[in-house]
């Protein structure tokens, strides 16, 4: 193999460029690799955030509906609470009713 087939190969495969393409190939990949790397922590990180703002929403409307839920268990409370007073009003009334007729 003489010069001028070695100097035509070298030309052939991209001369110069060529020669700094195949000894950085491995460098190059390494490098591919860890900006795929990058790129998918980022994404993965943006996910977090938005799964993590999604249970802040979620967790502040459950407070609410907590909030709401114990104002109207108070208010059933309150009016249960009417009610068997006005029951047992209305009895106390019945036996007086009964009472008089009696006499």
């Known amino acids: 193999m003489d010069i001028i087939t070695l100097l035509s190969i070298v030309t052939t495969i991209g001369g110069f460029e060529g020669i700094k393409y195949f000894i950085n190939l491995k460098a190059n990949k390494r ?8 790129e998918e922590i980022t994404a993965r990180t943006q996910e977090f955030e938005l799964y993590k703002k999604q249970i802040e929403y979620l967790q502040n409307r459950l407070e609410a509906r907590d909030g709401k839920v114990d104002f109207l268990y108070a208010e059933l409370r309150k009016k249960e609470n009417q009610v068997l007073r006005l029951t047992a009003d209305n009895n106390a009334l019945k036996l007086k009713v009964q009472d008089t007729d009696n006499n």
């Open 31 to 38: 490098k591919s690799v860890a900006s795929a790397k990058t």
